[in-house]
């Protein structure tokens, strides 16, 4: 499993842009966010969906209007995470909220970082660019090469052993379909160009798998 590189600098150069300097309490943070994607109960929102999100972010981070707010989403979008509760990505905000200010941050961005990780529900369409951009790195991953969509999906599995099968199983096929059925499955022009055509092949052929038919091949 691909792991998030050292990131301690560009943690401490993000955190400065948001005129926060570096102290053992802003590196204490960093520890203590990498240890929750690390959780042994985790199979895709680990480090290696983290490290994805900052991969691929980088494409369209110059379109963000604050984007060291975007980077401390992103950062903070998945810390809480149980798929038992239905609250992970309140917890998580709270968390990156209380964070920011303590650690000096002015409210203003605070309360945008907090506003940024509640868009990670995918409960409405984003709003606002830093946001968009945000959401896009979030769920890059449908637009992933097949092996690593299919990984994807056999990992999000895991992650709901305790669920039955067929109980999953049709779960799963509605979440697909609802994805599918939206115009566009990314906000920003660039990842449309880039990854809506596969993403929706790969969601296709999920599905079809779901429902016992054969994936498409167009």
């Not at 691909?2 to 401490?12: L, T």
């Not at 959780?39 to 994805?52: F, G, I, M, N, S």
Request: net charge negative; with cysteine; proline share 4%.
């Amino acid at each position: 499993m691909a792991v998030v590189k050292d990131r301690s600098h560009e943690w401490i150069e993000t955190w400065r842009d948001l005129r926060v300097d570096d102290s053992p309490a802003l590196r204490r943070l960093y520890e203590d966010v990498l240890s929750r994607y690390s959780e042994p109960h985790r199979h895709y929102h680990t480090t290696q969906h983290l490290a994805e999100c900052f991969e691929k972010v980088q494409a369209i981070i110059s379109l963000a209007e604050h984007p060291a707010e975007v980077k401390v989403g992103l950062w903070f979008h998945d810390a809480i995470y149980d798929t038992q509760r239905h609250d992970n990505e309140q917890q998580s905000a709270d968390w990156a909220r209380e964070a920011a200010c303590e650690l000096g941050a002015n409210a203003e961005s605070a309360q945008r970082i907090y506003d940024l990780i509640m868009f990670t529900r995918h409960a409405a369409a984003p709003v606002g660019i830093d946001a968009q951009v945000l959401v896009d790195a979030d769920l890059s991953i449908l637009g992933a090469p097949p092996a690593r969509f299919q990984e994807y999906e056999a990992q999000v599995r895991s992650e709901y052993a305790w669920v039955p099968d067929t109980t999953f199983r049709s779960g799963r096929a509605n979440i697909l379909k609802e994805l599918l059925a939206r115009p566009h499955l990314f906000c920003t022009m660039q990842f449309r160009e880039q990854y809506e055509a596969l993403a929706r092949r790969n969601l296709r052929d999920s599905l079809a798998a779901i429902e016992g038919g054969v994936g498409e091949s167009s």
